[in-house]
Nanobody, 119 residues
Protein backbone atom coordinates (compact mmCIF):
# COMPACT_ATOMS: atom_id res chain seq x y z
CA UNK A 1 0.00 0.00 0.00
CA UNK A 2 0.98 3.63 0.47
CA UNK A 3 2.47 5.17 3.58
CA UNK A 4 2.98 8.83 4.51
CA UNK A 5 5.70 10.12 6.79
CA UNK A 6 5.37 13.67 8.07
CA UNK A 7 8.13 15.73 9.57
CA UNK A 8 8.98 19.28 10.57
CA UNK A 9 6.59 20.01 13.39
CA UNK A 10 7.65 21.38 16.73
CA UNK A 11 7.66 24.37 19.04
CA UNK A 12 8.20 27.79 17.50
CA UNK A 13 7.89 31.31 18.82
CA UNK A 14 5.29 33.71 17.43
CA UNK A 15 6.58 35.26 14.26
CA UNK A 16 8.76 32.28 13.53
CA UNK A 17 8.74 29.82 10.64
CA UNK A 18 8.42 26.10 10.08
CA UNK A 19 8.59 23.82 7.08
CA UNK A 20 6.52 20.67 7.14
CA UNK A 21 7.23 17.77 4.82
CA UNK A 22 5.19 14.72 3.91
CA UNK A 23 6.78 11.91 1.94
CA UNK A 24 4.78 9.12 0.36
CA UNK A 25 6.13 5.68 -0.33
CA UNK A 26 4.77 2.45 -1.69
CA UNK A 27 3.39 1.19 -4.98
CA UNK A 28 2.66 4.61 -6.43
CA UNK A 29 1.87 5.17 -10.06
CA UNK A 30 0.92 8.83 -9.75
CA UNK A 31 0.32 11.39 -7.03
CA UNK A 32 -2.75 13.52 -7.63
CA UNK A 33 -3.94 16.26 -5.28
CA UNK A 34 -1.93 16.76 -2.10
CA UNK A 35 -2.77 18.90 0.87
CA UNK A 36 -2.31 19.89 4.46
CA UNK A 37 -5.06 20.02 7.06
CA UNK A 38 -4.95 20.96 10.71
CA UNK A 39 -6.96 20.31 13.81
CA UNK A 40 -6.70 22.49 16.88
CA UNK A 41 -7.93 21.31 20.28
CA UNK A 42 -11.70 21.40 20.43
CA UNK A 43 -12.06 22.31 16.76
CA UNK A 44 -12.83 20.46 13.57
CA UNK A 45 -10.16 19.53 11.06
CA UNK A 46 -9.78 22.21 8.43
CA UNK A 47 -7.98 22.61 5.13
CA UNK A 48 -4.80 24.68 5.31
CA UNK A 49 -3.56 24.39 1.75
CA UNK A 50 -3.72 22.09 -1.24
CA UNK A 51 -1.91 21.62 -4.51
CA UNK A 52 -3.00 19.78 -7.63
CA UNK A 53 -0.82 17.57 -9.77
CA UNK A 54 -0.50 20.50 -12.14
CA UNK A 55 0.69 22.84 -9.41
CA UNK A 56 -2.48 24.83 -8.79
CA UNK A 57 -2.68 25.90 -5.17
CA UNK A 58 -5.43 26.80 -2.75
CA UNK A 59 -5.08 28.32 0.72
CA UNK A 60 -7.28 28.93 3.71
CA UNK A 61 -7.83 32.63 4.27
CA UNK A 62 -6.23 32.31 7.70
CA UNK A 63 -2.84 31.34 6.22
CA UNK A 64 -2.95 33.09 2.87
CA UNK A 65 0.13 35.26 2.39
CA UNK A 66 1.98 33.50 5.21
CA UNK A 67 2.22 29.98 3.86
CA UNK A 68 3.41 28.27 0.70
CA UNK A 69 2.58 24.74 -0.36
CA UNK A 70 4.81 23.00 -2.87
CA UNK A 71 5.52 19.52 -4.12
CA UNK A 72 8.39 17.49 -5.48
CA UNK A 73 6.88 14.85 -7.73
CA UNK A 74 10.18 13.02 -8.14
CA UNK A 75 10.27 12.50 -4.38
CA UNK A 76 6.49 12.06 -3.90
CA UNK A 77 6.72 14.76 -1.28
CA UNK A 78 4.60 17.77 -0.39
CA UNK A 79 5.84 20.68 1.68
CA UNK A 80 4.22 23.45 3.67
CA UNK A 81 6.32 26.49 4.46
CA UNK A 82 4.71 28.57 7.19
CA UNK A 83 5.96 32.01 8.12
CA UNK A 84 4.88 34.68 10.59
CA UNK A 85 3.37 31.99 12.76
CA UNK A 86 0.71 32.93 15.28
CA UNK A 87 -0.48 31.17 18.44
CA UNK A 88 -3.73 30.37 16.63
CA UNK A 89 -1.72 28.28 14.17
CA UNK A 90 -1.14 25.78 16.97
CA UNK A 91 -2.62 22.45 15.87
CA UNK A 92 -1.87 18.96 14.69
CA UNK A 93 -1.12 19.17 10.99
CA UNK A 94 -2.10 16.28 8.74
CA UNK A 95 -0.97 15.53 5.25
CA UNK A 96 -3.51 14.13 2.80
CA UNK A 97 -2.73 12.75 -0.63
CA UNK A 98 -4.70 11.23 -3.47
CA UNK A 99 -2.70 8.41 -4.95
CA UNK A 100 -3.17 6.35 -8.06
CA UNK A 101 -1.53 2.98 -7.53
CA UNK A 102 -1.15 0.41 -10.28
CA UNK A 103 -4.49 -1.09 -9.34
CA UNK A 104 -6.64 1.54 -7.66
CA UNK A 105 -7.19 5.03 -6.34
CA UNK A 106 -6.44 5.75 -2.68
CA UNK A 107 -6.94 8.64 -0.30
CA UNK A 108 -4.23 8.50 2.34
CA UNK A 109 -3.77 10.52 5.52
CA UNK A 110 -0.60 11.02 7.52
CA UNK A 111 -0.34 10.41 11.23
CA UNK A 112 -0.12 14.11 12.05
CA UNK A 113 2.62 16.36 13.31
CA UNK A 114 2.16 18.82 16.17
CA UNK A 115 2.92 22.49 15.63
CA UNK A 116 2.95 24.63 18.75
CA UNK A 117 3.35 28.39 18.48
CA UNK A 118 4.15 29.85 21.85
CA UNK A 119 6.62 32.10 23.58
Amino acid sequence: QVQLVESGGGLVQPGGSLRLACAASGRIFRMNDMGWYRQAPGKERELVASITSGGLTNYADSVKGRSTISRDNAKNTVYLQMNSLKPEDTAVYYCRVEVQTYSRYLEVWGQGTLVTVSS
